[in-house]
């Protein structure tokens, strides 16, 4: 959903008129993105990925029909093995699919998605399914109904998804975006090892940014602290426990900081004297790292965002040198649910 930000924003500026596409059930298809969508208009363009494009031409004939003054419409689909083999799925599968006027979708949705804030877009359809009512939620809502409870339970996790639960007048489609996750380098820049954690991190659809600063590091840490990772390169003193402090202060998930063994051990006895608890210098991850046998600099970016990856998923890790124990990372969280039940 991301990815469609641009396209719905330009899309909305120029007046036209475009379609979201996104499934409120499904069956079969093996391995799929959960959060796929797609945007379609009566031209024929379509943005984005949705079942690898196997029903675009049904959804564009949905589109070009469409009813005056509806502002839902839900399209059952079904793929055999092999018209999903042509569209490298990996088997057949069915689902109904929710297509909504672009106009209908509140502007505040994308403007939170192009900042990276985690939000839940709650849809409400009709018991007829041609009436759909959208609303953005925040994780610092309170919860009103089924719906809300239920978008604040899949923004706190890691991993976008949705959901479709019944309410008073029908069913609802709960959309999640949790914040991604935004790697914090301390160090500059320039640096090799700087520019490949941040490439990596962009890889897997992080944010990424540089502070040389402790009042820089402070700031973005408070301003993302939902999804700031912190990792520490820079071996100044002035900088590299304060901002360590700093990030413990805050609970931020994940903090590690390179350095050699006797650096580690000068970070860990300045935390001490700066009052930092025992049990919360422990949570800085030194040496850092998941153990892969790294060597060069973009394999120990590599290692660097592997274990921040698994400390984000609650995943035990060995990281540093060989035999150095990992540190446990936050408790696992609960499973996400594919799809809804049926509409009808």
């Not at 797609?38 to 949905?62: H, I, Q, T």
């Not at 959901?163 to 996750?181: C, I, Q, T």
């Not at 402090?245 to 935390?271: C, D, F, M, N």
Request: charged share 20%; with cysteine.
């Amino acid at each position: 959903m991301r990815g469609l930000v641009e396209t719905a924003r330009r899309w909305a500026a120029e007046g036209r008129t475009g379609f979201l596409a996104r499934p409120v059930a499904e069956q079969g298809f093996g391995p799929r993105d959960p959060a796929g969508a797609l945007l379609l208009d009566a031209r024929g363009e379509c943005v984005g990925s949705l079942y690898r494009g196997v029903f675009d031409a049904e959804l564009l004939a949905e589109a070009g029909g469409w009813t005056p003054g509806a502002t839902a419409r839900v399209c059952e689909v079904s793929v055999g093995p092999e018209e999903a083999a042509g569209a490298r799925l990996t088997c057949g599968g069915r689902a109904e699919i929710l297509l909504q006027p672009l106009a209908s979708v509140p502007a505040q949705w994308w403007e939170l998605l192009a900042a990276g804030v985690g939000a839940a877009l709650v849809t409400r359809l009709n018991e007829q399914a041609d009436r759909a009512v959208s609303e953005v939620v925040r994780a610092v809502d309170s919860p009103a109904d089924e719906a809300g409870r239920r978008a604040g339970e899949l923004l706190a996790t890691r991993w976008p998804g949705r959901d479709a639960v019944y309410g008073d007048s029908g069913l609802v489609l709960v959309e999640a975006y949790p914040s991604a996750p935004h790697v914090v380098v301390g160090g500059p820049e320039e640096g090799e090892l700087a520019q490949l954690i941040g490439a990596q991190a962009r890889l897997l659809g992080w944010g990424a940014q540089y502070v040389g600063t402790v009042a820089e590091a402070e700031e973005l840490l408070v301003a993302r602290r939902d999804a700031a990772c912190l990792v520490m390169l820079s071996h100044d003193p002035e900088f590299d426990v304060p901002t360590l402090r700093a990030a413990l202060a805050l609970g931020i998930p994940y903090v590690g900081a390179l350095g050699s063994r006797k650096t580690t051990v000068r970070r860990r006895e300045g935390l001490e004297a700066a009052g930092v608890a025992e049990g919360e210098v422990a949570r800085v991850h030194g040496p850092i790292g998941l153990d892969l046998g790294a060597r060069t600099p973009a394999e120990t970016a590599l290692a660097i965002c592997a274990e921040i990856l698994a400390v984000l998923s609650g995943r035990e890790a060995r990281g540093g040198s060989p035999g150095a124990p990992g540190t446990p990372g936050a408790p696992a969280v609960p499973g996400l649910r594919e799809s809804g039940g049926p509409l009808r």
